[in-house]
């Protein structure tokens, strides 16, 4: 099994849609999450930290079920700008970031 | 956000030729440091973690002798691949561990923006 999974995409939506991607991990001893958005040919940008409480940003909402090793994201009112690939990210301390293979979504005029 | 460079940003060279990629933390210092590769459609593997003033610590199946990593100072990693071949094109991208940010176990880690190799 792989260290982090995720939604296979492509994902492809209408503006103005909810969308939301769900990440497992398999590492119970992970510590930190994150969202990277990564547009085509471009490196990782950072979206958001995933805290257990939950946390959001503006149209972004980002969640953490540390029970079922799962993180999600969800998106609302979704802009044609929001099409890139989404990779979710874990970590435990002083490790390397171990990414997922990334979910495409393409926001549809 | 912090900031970190490479360079170059795309190479093409012909096949068995050296090429050595920098990556530096712009506005921080990173005695940690992360190299990446990434195939088309892929996810970002880690190839190796840089760490100043010693030696990098591979993935496994990552060949240290063609990879090879130097982490000189606190805002200095460099990649060279020796001896490239058509197999080692792809996309490589460094991020560097900002070790003032954060909360203890957390990791803000920035990436820079990747160097395409094309080897011919």
């Known amino acids: 099994r792989k260290e982090v999974e995720q939604d296979p995409g492509p994902f492809n939506v209408p503006e103005g849609a909810t969308v939301a991607f769900n990440c497992t991990y398999s590492?119970?001893?992970?510590?930190?999450f994150f969202w990277y958005r990564q547009d085509c040919r471009k490196e990782p940008k950072l979206l958001m930290s995933?805290?257990?409480s939950g946390n959001e940003d503006g149209r972004f909402t980002a969640q953490l079920n540390r029970a079922s090793q799962y993180i999600s994201l969800l998106i609302r009112d979704s802009k044609l700008s929001d099409s890139a690939t989404y990779l979710c990210?874990?970590?435990?301390?002083?490790?390397?970031?171990?990414f997922g293979k990334g979910t495409r979504l393409s926001v549809i005029a | 956000g912090a900031v970190v460079s490479q360079h170059p940003s795309w190479v093409i060279c012909k096949s068995g030729t050296s090429v050595k990629i920098e990556c530096r933390s712009l506005?921080?210092?990173?005695?940690?440091m992360f190299w990446y590769r990434q195939f088309p459609k892929q996810s970002l593997m880690l190839m190796a973690t840089?760490?100043?003033?010693?030696?990098?610590?591979?993935e496994q199946g990552v060949e240290k002798d063609k990879f090879l990593i130097n982490h000189a100072s606190l805002t200095l990693s460099t990649l060279t691949v020796t001896s490239a071949h058509p197999e080692d094109s792809s996309f490589y991208i460094c991020?560097?561990?900002?070790?003032?940010?954060?909360?203890?176990?957390?990791?803000?880690?920035?990436f820079g923006p990747g160097t395409r190799l094309t080897v011919l």
């Open positions: 840089s760490n100043e003033g010693s030696k990098a610590t591979y």
């Open positions: 506005d921080f210092q990173a005695t940690t």
């Open positions: 995933v805290y257990s």
């Open positions: 590492n119970s001893a992970s510590q930190s």
């Open positions: 991020s560097a561990r900002d070790e003032g940010q954060g909360v203890i176990g957390a990791d803000t880690q920035y």
């Open positions: 990210a874990v970590n435990r301390f002083d490790t390397p970031l171990v």
